[in-house]
Every structure is written in C-alpha cells, then in structure tokens.
C-alpha cells in the first residue's frame, strides 16, 4: 500500500518558498550579480512570502517568518560578517525576530478580513518597513521602494511622499497575486491552495474581476506616478552652481597605527592637490569620515602623544596654505567632566570640521549613530553585551546635539556622516535648517564589498530627491559622486581607486512637499495597520458572540489543530 506524507511534502514546499522569496529579496538590491540590483524582481519578490502566509498555519508562520528573516537578510547583508562575525548574526537575528513577529499579523489579517485580506496585507508590510526605521534598532536597508533607485522616473514621487510611496506600488502585486493564487478574492481556502498551479488562469482571471477597482487604483497611481516622474524634475539649467572635490583615498582609516595614518595623510594630501590643479579650480575639498584619525581638537589641546601632534601639525600647516576650504572627517575628543572619569574624562564624536586658512570655528557631530557598533545605550540593563561590544575593540561615540549648516564658498551645506543618509528624516531636518547642498561623509570600506557601497549609495539617492538638492558623497573607498536633485548620478569615482573627482553640482532652494510634512505616509500606514487590526479583532470578537463565525475561522482551527494539514 502505497503511502504518502503531505504534511511532509508541503513542509519543504514552504522550505522552497522560503529560499525563494529570499533570493528575490536579496537579488532586487546591488548584488554580487549586478551592482545596481534588478530593479524588476522587486513587484514579485514579495509573492513567494505571501503564498506561504495562506498556506501556512498561524502558530507556524512564526517559524517560518523566523526563517525568512534570517534567510532574507543573511543573503541581502552577507558582507556585515566582514565587518565582525556578530554583525551579521546580530542583525540577521534581529530580523529574525521582527519578520516571527511580523508573519502571524500577515495571517491575522486574512482571518479577520478573507475577502480583501491582501489589502491589510500590503498596509502592514508597508507600516512595518516604516516602523523598523525608528529607534535605537532603526536600520532602513531592504525596504522596497529602495530596490528602485536607479529607475527615476519612478522615484520623482518621494518629493512627496518619500520611500515610502515608492514602496507602497511596489509592494501591492505581490500581494495581489498571492491572494488570486490562493482563490480569487484572497480567502484562504485548503491549505495548499496558494501553491496549487491547476487553476491558475482561471484564478487570476476571477480574482481581477472581482478585485478590479483596487487593481484599477493601483495602475492609476502607477501611471500617475510615472506621469509625475516625467514632468516633475528640477530644471536647474540656470541655477548657480558649486564645484566641489571629493576625495578617495581608498583605505580604511581606523587600520593601523600612526605610521598608516601618516600614510592615508600623505595620500589624501596628494590627491587633494591634483583636484586643486584642475581648472576650474573646486570651491571646496571633502576628505571622508574619519580620513584623518588622529583627534585634531583633542591633540592640539592636550599633546599627550607627540607623534600624533606631529602629524596635527603637518596638517594644519598643509591647511593654512590652501585658499580653498577643506572639510574633513575627524574624532572630535574633549575632556568633558562628568563624563568617563574611568578614560580621563575624555568624550569622543564621530565628527566633520570645516577648515579655511587652517582654522576650524565650527564643526558637525553625529547625531544618529549606528547600534551596536557606534552607540549602546544599555549598559545597566545589557551590561553583559555592552562588555562584550567594548571587548571586540567597538569605537562608541556620543551623539551630537545640532544639525549644523555650513556656510562657505557662497552655499549653505549640511554633512550627515555615513549611515545618516540612509534615513529620510536627518536630511529633511538639515534642509529646514537652511542647508542648500547635502556632504555626505562616509566610510564603507571596512565592508570589502561593491554591492555593499551600492546599497549605501542606493539610499542616499533618495535623500536627493526627497529634498530637491543636490548630494556630493565623499567616501573611503566607493560610491564617491556627485547627485543631482533629481537623484541622477553626474560623476562617479571607480570604487577601491586612490582618486580625486571634481564634480560641478547646482543649488537649487525649493521646499519640496516632503520637506515639509515628512514621513506622513509610512506614520499613516502605521496608523492604519494598527487601527484595521483593532477593527477587525474587535468584529471578529462581536461576531462569536453572536453566533457568526468569520469564513476564515473553521480553517484557523484546523491550523491549530494539525498545522495546515487537510482534512
């Protein structure tokens, strides 16, 4: 007699969806296959995940949403190993929890709503990109609209609405999809009837029937996104203009000694002076985060280690003969009472200081540090991983205070640090204060890793547009470019090269409506998940007691009661 397990078989087909869905996740952003990402992958990659939801049980979502987590962004941010082998198993963890968390609501939302669950669906996938950017764990890489970087017609909508309506389009088919391959409408039917391809034809035609106004409203706002993305555009032909010269001098700064630093000097120094021998001259030069390690304000001041004066004053000198600002990546350290009496008072900041003639009179401190390795908070609570963070030789800075606006070569800039232009709301915050021209100063190289310069850069091409001005990034190692404010990219360095790139970028001034209002979509997706889920447990509460049964509850108890099995 012939047996058969389909418990069994439909575990690895779920195994399949899970690995599946993860390569398209991974694969949508700069991969080690395509440094820009395949843009394309991202209106399906999500498909994979929310068959497996109508599939699976609601206590074994959380399984498999663990998994999909650690999978997804094991794969996506393979090179945060390089950087310590707990970053990666640290974040991948990380998302291992939120996405456990994250599945049972993606299924609640088909209990509580069988007919037009996918709706809630797409809203709390979208709530829930927007709420992960928030708190000491905020880490905006992998969200949707992202994938879409260097499609710009597209992305001109996030001078409204920010990544989060680019987001928002890319995310609806595939829920839309799953829901017609689970049966039309998006009721859960048998437990395998989001995997079945039997009917497929039959079901995508039947469930665009019925669905078409949502799917009508979905290629109407497409349509006028690209509508938009055509006719929007900053025209800055007449715009001032400022030239400035970004310097990558290719090397992780923070690696060696006083003889390496001295060596990244002389490197720096050269190549600064190539770009200043270009005609037209630059307006301003740019060294990236931490280019010159030795703490200037800190060494000049308490001269407790003479070979590192040495090399301060071999700058400052360089500087005073230069009549062209330069603005440099550098550790501010001060001794600020009552602050670590245990490391003589000494506070350090990840910081930039703008120098003319050799004098520094102003200076920007960072004011999002990245968790774990830049900022741990929770010493008392976690003292156990604070020690442990310390003992991996972890550099922890204090946050700064201030949004600080340059003012120099006739432009008002603002310069968010590495991380800080991969979240929306540093940049908007730095143009409301004035600021004309986004710096970005960062430092990737430690990563090894193309694809992982790309994500960075990705990020920060939003920032552009959100804000309509015109980004220069000065990195260690790659992406060092120049972006206009509509997120085109008008020169690039070659990555992993000692090179200098003079880049003419405009000033434009317009406020655009996201420099307004901000991230008010993904704050009203948040609302709304929160609020349809109340309703719909609130209904679905009534509902019982009054004797009715939502369609989806005979299916969630046989869930709970064998896993998804058939009955």
Known sequence: MKRSFPGLRLFFVHLLLVLFGSLLFAASFPNILSPEGFPFLAWIAFVPVFCLIYSAGPLSSVFWGALYGYAAYGLFNYWLSVFHPLAGI??????LVYFAALFPLLKLAVI????RGYLVQWIIWIAYEYLRTLGFLGYPYGIAGYSQWSVLPLIQIADIFGVWGVSA???FPSAALAAAFAGGSGKPGQSEAALSLTRLPARLGEFFRKERAACCLWLAALAGALVYGALSPADYRDAPSVRVALVQHNTDPWRGGIAQYRRNYEVLKRLSLEALE???????????ETAFVPRIYWHTNYRDDPPSWELIKELLDFLKQQDVPFLIGNDDARKEPPKNPDDGYRVDYNAVMLFEKGESSILYRKLHLVPFTEHFPYEKQFPWVYNALKNADTHFWEKGTEATVFESAGVKFSTPICFEDSFGYLSRTFTRNGAELIVNLSNDAWSASLPAQMQHLSMAVFRAVENR????????SGQTCGIDPNGKILAMAEPFAEVSLNVDLPVVKKTT???RFG?????????????ILLIGGVRGILG??????????????????GGGRRQ
Request: hydrophobic share 50%; net charge positive; aromatic share 10%.
């Open 90 to 95: 640290i974040v991948d963890s990380i998302y």
């Open 112 to 115: 509580l709503f069988p007919r």
């Open 169 to 171: 389009l890319v995310v």
């Open 278 to 288: 270009e005609t037209p001259r630059p307006d301003l030069v740019v060294w990236s």
């Open 469 to 476: 001005r015109s980004m220069a990034r000065s990195t260690a």
């Open 513 to 515: 409506i996201y420099t």
């Open 519 to 531: 991230d008010i979509l993904g704050q009203f997706f948040a609302v709304f998940a929160l609020a």
């Open 544 to 561: 019982r007691r009054a004797g009715k049964k939502p369609a989806a509850l005979s299916r969630t108890n046989r869930d709970l009661a």
